[in-house]
């Protein structure tokens, strides 16, 4: 408990005595401050004041302002995150293998997505989007992968593999780069397959247009970041990874 | 040969230079597997005297 917090609010009532620590209490805060939710619903009613809407306090346990509506304590703030929550990010110059550190998909979030925007590369060349299990990339032939890609002609051409260690869902040349959305579903799952999927404008072996892809890694498990790796030369640009928050 | 691991941008261990030779060479087989395909196709398409596009329509 806090040099603060207090766990009476006092009611005075004619010819009550205000002594200097009675004062103290709420001219040292203004707002009440309680250890806990606990503290503060034991600090109102009987010889203490009674709590109306409009009361409001501070809880050292959650850090958080609350007022009291009347019939139940709201938190004014600070807000908590929704939404699109940032996690974090890398620039990346001429590599061919950029993975993402450890943990970086953790239970907090249970879907994931990621922006992936390569502005440059050595050559034409395709990347395939790994799992990572412990911060270490899954290189089984166990991804179930398809990619397709639709040229300014509306034509579409796709490519995939059911047994391969190398999803190559993304690509990318010298005139286009690659810039795409990734989704990552339930990645932190143990009793799940993660599955991935990714859109974006690129190249795939050669053809520019809108490219789809998607895949499962076969295996029932928790991963915590994807790697990218490039099938040739080397890539440069960036990555940012969110996590979707549940409200 | 590197990796970047979020920020950090190291050499690549044995083991990972290792994956990335394999990954390399399964990158080359798969290039000469397609252009052995394409190559093949062009072959039918030669004997029988169209294009690619006017097969697709036979087919289509």
């Known amino acids: 408990m806090g040099a603060n917090a207090q766990t009476t609010v006092p009611l005075f009532v004619a010819n009550t005595v205000l002594t200097a620590a009675t004062q103290n209490i709420s001219a040292a805060t203004g707002v009440p401050v309680f250890a806990t939710t606990v503290t503060r619903d034991a600090a109102f009613g009987g010889s203490n004041k009674v709590l109306a809407e409009g009361q409001l306090c501070y809880l050292e346990s959650t850090d958080v302002v609350q007022y009291y509506t009347g019939s139940a304590w709201a938190t004014v703030g600070p807000a908590t995150a929704s939404g699109l929550v940032y996690i974090t990010g890398a620039t990346f110059t001429t590599q061919s293998t950029v993975s993402m550190a450890a943990s970086t998909f953790t239970a907090t979030y249970k879907n994931y997505i990621v922006y992936l925007d390569i502005t440059s590369v050595s050559a034409q060349l395709q990347v395939s989007v790994r799992v990572n299990n412990a911060g270490t990339p899954r290189t089984a032939a166990s991804y179930f992968w398809g990619t397709g890609v639709m040229n300014t002609a509306g034509a579409f051409s796709g490519t995939g593999s059911g047994s391969s260690s190398t999803p190559q869902i993304v690509g990318a040349d010298g005139t286009r780069g690659y810039h795409g959305q990734i989704n990552v579903f339930d990645p932190t799952n143990a009793s799940s397959y993660t599955e991935v999927t990714a859109a974006g404008n690129g190249n795939i072996s050669g053809t520019n247009g809108a490219i789809f892809g998607g895949y499962f890694y076969n295996a029932a498990e928790a991963n915590d970041g994807l790697t990218f790796v490039t099938s040739t030369g080397t890539m440069t640009g960036f990555y940012r990874v969110y996590g979707l928050s549940e409200s | ?60």
């Not at chain 2, 190291?10 to 990335?20: G, Y």
């Not at chain 2, 000469?32 to 097969?55: F, P, S």
């Open chain 2, 1 to 60: 040969m590197q990796i970047q691991i979020g920020d950090e941008v190291r050499d690549m261990t044995d083991d990972e230079l290792a994956q990335h030779e394999t990954d390399a060479k399964a990158e080359r087989d798969k290039v000469k597997a397609e252009t052995a395909k394409a190559k093949a196709k062009q072959a039918v398409l030669d004997r029988l005297g169209i294009t690619a596009d006017e097969a697709a329509l036979l087919l289509g």
